[in-house]
Each structure stands twice: as structure tokens, then as C-alpha cells.
């Protein structure tokens, strides 16, 4: 019986990787997928207010006398 992670003998199929190699490119490629799921799903920044512009959710409230 062959093994069916070696091509048979004098095939000219592409050389045999050790399972360290195809481990490292799988989680290579998870890695980057799981970056791109993550930069889809962060939502876009607040826009910056403009320069001497205050924003409304840093001022204080006025004080009750």
C-alpha cells in the first residue's frame, strides 16, 4: 500500500513538504484570514474634529446652581 502523502516513485509531482512545513503555511494562511475577518468587522474611527472645533462629548456639562 502507498502512502498518500508521498507521490509514488518516478512521478513528477511536486516534492514531498514534512508536515512542519504544510503546518507553518496553514497557519500562515489562517492568520491572515483571521486579519482580514477582523479589519472587516472594526468599526471605521470617529471623524477627527477640526482644529479650535470643540467636540460635544468633551464639554462639560453647565453646573445646576
Do not use: F, H, V, W
Not at 502512502?3 to 512542519?20: F, K, L, M, Q, W
Request: aromatic letters at 0%; zero cysteines.
Amino acid at each position: 500500500m502507498t502512502d498518500p502523502i508521498r507521490p509514488a516513485p518516478g512521478s513528477n509531482g511536486p516534492a514531498p513538504t514534512s508536515r512542519e512545513e504544510r503546518l507553518a503555511a496553514k497557519l500562515r494562511e489562517n492568520l491572515r484570514r483571521r486579519k482580514a475577518q477582523a479589519r472587516a468587522q472594526t468599526p471605521p474611527a470617529p471623524p477627527e474634529p477640526a482644529p479650535g472645533e470643540e467636540s460635544a462629548a468633551l464639554s462639560k456639562p453647565a453646573p445646576n446652581s
